[in-house]
């Protein structure tokens, strides 16, 4: 009928004029917020603008805010394991679960002397991959060092690079070879990860330790508690590496300018004010990049051009990345 007819044009002039209210209400919304977001914004802009502020590593250069986290971070490569001896064992056990050699279990109680000489008696923190000859470095190191341990935790994204299961040792053989051509850190071993892969878990982990030492810094109720502390991350060479790429922001191209470090070779990032450096030994001992992208200036890097003799000696015998991880 009419009468319906114009109540339902009635309705539907209503609706559409609700429409348009409800629409342009959103929009001065959105208005609203994005101004408030620039107004906010505009002295922390200012303020980059001014310093011209550089990523120099994963911890922010505001004053006091790499506090919470700990003075010393030290990577720590497994012992020597029976894998190390014997790669065929990888084809009939688990990776995983391949335990140190004797070697290995002496290297680790040497390592522990260092750590216990950097730590000086100091607290530690503790995170281990679940492998068994990173757990088992770990029990040798604990024999050894003095400071107290504030926690321990297994951390599975510290795991190995993953190769597939029982592997065949042939075809690991083969991609080993193939995978310089193609480069380290986008080759993907058949079944198991490539070096990105391992990379985005290192990433990943980095958000659960920087809330980890800020709970500690909260139950300890003080601010400068980490200024004397140490963290310790008993793991693989080839995620030492990559937390080091993560962290000081290095390149692919400077990742795969790496070497591997070797059973129980241990990384050492110390932090000075706001930034954390690769110390001396470390630098030398992966052939890290003394210059990171033009981002971070290795304060303790050695130039080949001023090592002596026994230095370039040294430097020359260190293991190569191709060899493993």
């Known amino acids: 009928s ?52 550089k990523v120099t590593s994963s911890v922010p250069k505001e004053s006091g805010a790499n506090q919470h986290l700990p003075r010393n971070i030290l990577l720590l490569r497994h012992g020597e394991s029976l894998g190390n001896v014997d790669e065929n064992l990888f084809t009939i056990m688990p990776d995983w679960k391949i335990p140190l050699s004797d070697k290995g279990r002496a290297q680790a109680r040497q390592a522990g002397h260092r750590i216990h000489a950097i730590a000086q008696g100091s607290p530690l923190v503790v995170y281990v991959s679940p ?18 341990i504030l926690f321990t935790r297994e951390e599975p994204r510290l795991r190995e690079q993953d190769f597939g299961n029982f592997q065949d040792l042939q075809k690991i053989q083969e991609a080993k070879l193939i995978r310089p051509q193609f480069g380290r850190f986008f080759y993907r071993f058949p079944d198991g990860e490539s070096g990105a892969d391992v990379y985005d878990r290192v990433s990943a982990f980095l958000g659960t330790f920087h809330r980890d030492m800020q709970q500690v810094n909260t139950e300890m109720n003080d601010k400068n508690f980490m200024e004397n502390t140490t963290a310790l991350f008993v ?18 191209d400077e990742f795969e300018s790496l070497h591997n470090p070797p059973n129980c070779g241990l990384l050492h990032l110390r932090r000075e004010g706001s930034e954390y450096r690769l110390c001396k030994e470390s630098t030398f001992l992966i052939k890290a990049p003394s210059e990171s992208g033009g981002a971070l200036k290795l304060g303790f890097a050695m130039e080949q051009r001023s090592q002596s003799s026994s230095d370039r000696a040294a430097f020359a015998s260190l293991v190569d990345s191709a060899s493993g991880t």
């Open 131 to 148: 492998y068994k000859r990173a757990k088992e470095t770990l029990d040798e190191v604990l024999k050894v060092i003095k400071s107290p």
């Open 2 to 53: 009419a009468h319906a007819y114009s109540h339902r044009t009635s309705l539907c002039r209503s609706n559409c004029t609700s429409s348009v209210a409800i629409n342009t209400l959103l929009h001065k919304m959105k208005r609203s917020s994005l101004a408030n977001a620039v107004k906010r914004s505009a002295p922390l802009l200012e303020r980059a603008q001014k310093h011209q502020w």
């Open 235 to 252: 793991t693989h060479g080839i995620l030492a590496r990559l937390f080091l790429m993560r962290w000081l922001h290095w390149s692919v």
